[in-house]
């Protein structure tokens, strides 16, 4: 414990020392003190989109997740024939039609059982609508959400966007990204490179204590970080909620940078290696989806919806953690198979 | 028991053979010079004896403890300088201790003694970046000596030192072998190794050419010699030639001497000899082993 405590306090001297690891530290807290004072006005600028949605009764549900999607307000019509009116007539921008038993897998842009018929004079609009359309869809074919959503229809209640959260979760994502993948990896190279790793062996420090004060050590920025900017921002008693969304992440991320850390030789090529993990685990954790190499990603790395899960527990309609159990016991699975390759490289390096 | 022993020890990367069959002995106590020009496998054989490295065949043995099978065994007992870089250069000089006091179990009180010790205590505060090239070796020996280890292993220490610098490290290096500490040091400097040791061995293309005194050495592979210095000239006399004598003797009735001197032969000299090369000279192409190879890569 003596020898952990030891590697992870030099870790945290070593990092805050350097100007990209103190920006690291900086940055997430400016952040903060920004969204707070500058919330008020960003939750003012939604631009709705109109849309017309034309559906039969049993398509309830998806109306209301359409209605869900946010900066989109969504008009019922009768009919197709209406719904294509109320575009011509320029009051909605894309009309859709929604037949009865849709289901949409992850990443599928509209089915082709979905009719979409916009206003060319407004692609931009269109782009937007169709894009939410296909999110909305998305959160349909999940069970609970799409119940949820159901639930608050009927109650007539509204889910105002909020962007202090959706800016929050942003910038909490970056920071455990550029812990995990960065940080934590670069730190380890370094000390390869320059010998302190085989200083700390003939210290006589075991294979798994570093392994595991270089864990600790990223664990720890992430919730020193996640703490300061959750804490300035939406109040104490979101840390922990948020944190039980975020240090599984955190783990899987560490692992990940261990195992990359110790497969390179030196801190370039750890480098290189980061921002190869970063790019893959990146984009479907800020839903840019479409394709099928993203959709395949998107399904490796299941962070969307966790990070969804995150912006929910920032906007007061937290889930419970049993609701992720598939995403959490993803990521522990990769946190796992990090470690275990980050110990078996890292035994293969000091014999 | 002795410090340490190897028998036949042998190290290969691929096609080069960096160390060639050493058999060695270091008995408890001394200081022992492994010298030998650069490339010539000092530390390699070093990162052998410290376990770092697994040696292609034969045996080790260090403080009792069979190397590397026993090496965490070792460790508590013995503590390795290397280079500088491995120092923690944004660390200041008394966290970089504080890291090494905590991991090895050492009291905290100790990093002060050190730093009194080794003249660090003045800048303990400031970053090793700041530091000079003596500054560093000396906290890598204030690093290496906190727990009073029975045998410290220093490669090259002196390597990049001004003279003064240099001077003051081997003070260190004496002052700790005083308090029975066992040193092995390798180096290329000859001069160091006939200050410091009180044996060597002589390395070269990864063989241990001889070991014993330098005193002993010289005695058993130099050539002493004369120097005759007269008007016309500097001329180096061999003591064992039978001419040498009436050679002086006429020089000193012609009363042409100017300077009349007893050359001694050096390590370096009798390096020389063994091997056909200077002490200060590279290794020749592919023979330069790595300083930090990956192990797993051999």
Redesign the interface.
């Known amino acids: 414990m003596r020898n952990l405590r030891a590697l992870v306090l030099k870790d945290l001297l070593w990092s805050i020392r350097e100007l990209e690891f103190l920006v690291y530290l900086v940055v997430p807290v400016i952040a903060a003190v920004g969204i707070r004072l500058l919330a008020p006005l960003m939750t003012a600028t939604p631009t709705p989109t109109d849309i017309a949605v034309a559906a039969a009764p049993s398509e309830a549900v998806l109306v209301q997740a359409l209605r869900d999607a946010p900066l989109l307000t969504v008009h019922a019509a009768s009919d197709w024939a209406a719904a294509q009116a109320m575009v011509e007539a320029r009051k909605v921008t894309t009309a859709v039609e929604l037949p009865a038993g849709t289901t949409v897998g992850l990443g599928q842009t509209p089915p082709p059982t979905v009719r979409l018929f916009h206003d060319t004079r407004s692609i931009s609009a269109y782009a937007k609508a169709r894009k939410m359309i296909t999110q909305a869809l998305e959160r349909v074919a999940r069970p609970e959400p799409a119940v949820a959503f159901a639930e608050t229809y009927a109650s007539g209640a509204s889910s105002p966007f909020d962007m202090q959260a959706f800016l929050i979760e942003v910038a909490l994502s970056f920071a455990l990204l550029f812990t995990g993948v960065f940080v934590v990896p670069l730190t380890l190279a370094e000390e390869r490179e320059k010998g302190h790793f085989e200083a700390l062996l003939l210290a006589g420090t075991s294979v798994r204590t570093l392994l595991a004060g270089k864990a600790a050590f990223g664990l720890l920025m992430t919730t020193l970080v996640s703490t300061l900017l959750v804490g300035l921002t939406s109040g104490p008693l979101s840390v922990l909620p948020a944190l039980l969304h975020l240090l599984p992440a955190a783990l899987c991320f560490v692992g990940l940078g261990l195992a990359t850390a110790l497969l390179v030789q030196t801190r370039k090529q750890a480098e290189l290696g980061a921002a190869l993990v970063m790019m893959v685990v990146a984009v479907p954790a800020f839903g840019a989806q479409g394709s099928p190499a993203m959709s395949a990603v998107a399904h490796a790395f299941p962070l969307a919806p966790l990070s969804e899960g995150l912006r929910a527990t920032l906007e007061g309609r937290g889930q419970p953690a049993s609701a992720w159990a598939f995403e959490l016991g993803i990521l522990f699975g990769y946190a796992a198979l990090g470690f275990a390759v980050a110990g078996w490289r890292a035994r293969r390096l000091a014999h | 028991m002795s410090a340490i022993h190897t028998h036949a020890l042998t190290r290969r990367f691929g096609d080069v053979q960096a160390v060639a069959g050493i058999d060695m002995q270091v008995e408890r106590g001394e200081i022992f010079g492994f010298l030998g020009p650069n490339g010539s496998g000092k530390t390699t054989t070093i990162r052998m004896l410290?376990g770092?490295l697994?040696p292609t065949s034969g045996r080790i043995e260090v403080l009792g403890h069979a190397i590397?099978d026993e090496r965490?065994a070792l460790?508590?007992r013995a503590?390795?300088v290397?280079?500088s870089?491995?120092l923690?250069e944004?660390?200041t000089g008394r966290?970089n201790l504080?890291?090494?006091a905590?991991?090895?179990?050492v009291p905290r009180s100790q990093v002060d003694a050190a730093l009194q010790r080794f003249a660090l205590a003045d800048r303990a505060h400031h970053?090793v970046r700041g530091y000079s090239q003596g500054m560093r070796q000396r906290l890598l020996l204030a690093r290496a000596f906190l727990s009073q280890p029975d045998l410290l292993f220093l490669d090259e220490p002196t390597r990049g030192l001004d003279p003064a610098s240099a001077r003051a490290l081997r003070a260190a290096i004496r002052q700790i072998n005083g308090q029975g500490c066992t040193v092995f040091l390798t180096t290329h400097l000859m001069e160091e190794a006939e200050q410091l040791c009180h044996r060597v061995g002589l390395i070269a293309k990864g063989r241990l050419v001889a070991q014993g005194t330098p005193a002993a050495l010289r005695a058993a592979h130099g050539e002493r010699a004369l120097h005759l210095t007269t008007a016309e000239g500097r001329a180096r006399l061999a003591l064992d030639d039978p001419q040498t004598p009436d050679r002086v003797r006429a020089a000193l009735a012609a009363g042409a001497v100017q300077h009349l001197t007893v050359d001694a032969p050096s390590l370096e000299d009798v390096f020389l000899k063994l091997t056909g090369e200077a002490l200060d000279a590279e290794a020749p192409d592919g023979h330069q082993t790595p300083d930090?190879e990956?192990?797993?890569h051999a």
């Open positions: 410290t770092r697994r590397p965490d460790y508590p503590a390795v290397g280079e870089k491995d923690y944004r660390l966290e504080n890291l090494f905590d991991l090895r179990g970053a930090r990956a192990p797993d």
